[in-house]
């Protein structure tokens, strides 16, 4: 059976936070919050395991954004006085907290949701931080003056805390940067260089996910503008291919990646994106089944995870539960065929 996994994130239910919104406001404070994130978390972890899946993550209902809910726990950042910011080269505008001192973490981070779902289940759990470059991208610098040294910094944090989760049970750390498609050659230069350095002593499964984002607007305005084929992974891959990062998950269906761009991530695990999440469409199997068995060309069976192209926060709930179901069902059924055809194959030899 191929593996099957979420990139990350989930949508959060209506009574915990505003929805289809990327930095929805919670619906409540205090211990009733901490109480409702852990609720949305355990509906999430059992909604996964019906629908399937083998991996199972807590859908990020704790955080308020990938980005902003490790920052929330790390000292030297005034999350008082936002700025606006154009992030992702000026693709949208969002109001960032600014680091204002030298960095270190309060304490835990993602402590009480990582051991909360080794508690409820029994399959393989996987833990997403934001990488190195992607949080340099996504607040204002005024205490650093240089983006590599302050993603060092950063990294260093999410290795303290990728080591913790590790110690709780997680099986796999993933390491969240889509800015990697936007800055190629700082990616290249030095973006992997710090994602090493935040998997630095971790025996667990290390991961990343590249993606062209969340399917909102602004994304997928962008994305009109990238031409008849995206090729951004084609400078980084190579860089991955070297480094010690285990996995890699990336976007494929629906893109324009040119799907032979995979070969480049020779000796790794790959993430196959067959789920679409700048669309309400639900995939059909067959649709999730063709993806895998064309990613097949150029990735080797036992390689292959089929995942989704990027986290489903924005989508509503009942879309995002229905395409996990898809992504479950497609996948089964590529093995099916798989299977047919090598009885075939055992038939005329
Ligand atoms: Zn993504």
């Known amino acids: 059976m191929f593996p099957t996994a979420i990139a990350g994130s989930l949508p959060k239910p209506a009574w915990l936070a505003e929805t289809q919104k990327l930095w929805p406001r919670w619906k409540s404070e205090g211990a009733d919050l901490a109480q409702a994130k852990l609720d949305a978390t355990l509906l999430w972890i059992k909604a996964q395991e019906d629908a399937g899946l083998s991996v199972i993550g807590d859908g990020e209902q704790s955080r308020q954004h990938f980005v902003h809910g ?26 960032v907290p600014q680091v204002v001192s030298a960095l270190a973490l309060k304490g835990r981070v993602h402590a009480t949701e990582a051991r909360f779902l080794r508690a409820h289940t029994d399959r393989k759990i996987k833990f997403t931080l934001p990488g190195p470059l992607t949080i340099v991208d996504t607040v204002a610098d005024r205490f650093y003056g240089d983006r590599k040294t ?41 973006g992997v260089q710090a994602l090493e350095r935040a998997a630095c002593g971790l025996t667990c499964t290390t991961a990343v996910h590249i993606c062209y984002g969340y399917g909102i607007q602004a994304n997928n305005d962008w994305k009109k ?35 032979e761009l995979m070969a480049l991530l020779k000796g790794k695990d790959v993430m196959v994106g067959v789920i ?5 469409t639900v995939e059909t199997a067959e649709e999730v089944a063709d993806t895998i068995v064309r990613a097949l060309q150029f990735v080797p069976r036992e390689r292959l995870i089929a995942c989704t192209n990027c986290g489903l926060a924005p989508m509503s709930r009942e879309v995002a539960l229905a395409k996990l179901q898809a992504l479950a069902q497609g996948a089964a059924l590529a093995d099916r065929r798989l299977k047919q055809i090598r009885a075939l194959d055992g038939l005329r030899a």
């Open 225 to 259: 503008t990238l031409g008849e084929e995206w090729r951004q992974y084609e400078k980084v891959f190579p860089a991955l291919a070297a480094s010690s990062i285990q996995q890699v998950s990336l976007e494929c269906l629906h893109s324009r990646v040119p799907p």
């Open 150 to 190: 302050l993603a060092m910094a950063f990294a260093e944090l999410l290795n303290e805390e990728a080591l913790a989760l590790q110690a709780d049970g997680v099986d796999i750390v993933q390491f969240d940067e889509p800015a990697f498609n936007v800055y190629m050659d700082d990616a290249a230069d030095w």
């Open 276 to 280: 679409d999440v700048a669309s309400d």
């Open 70 to 95: 490790f920052l929330e726990q790390v000292d030297g950042i005034d999350f008082e006085h936002k700025v606006e910011m154009g992030i992702r080269n000026d693709r949208y505008k969002a109001m």
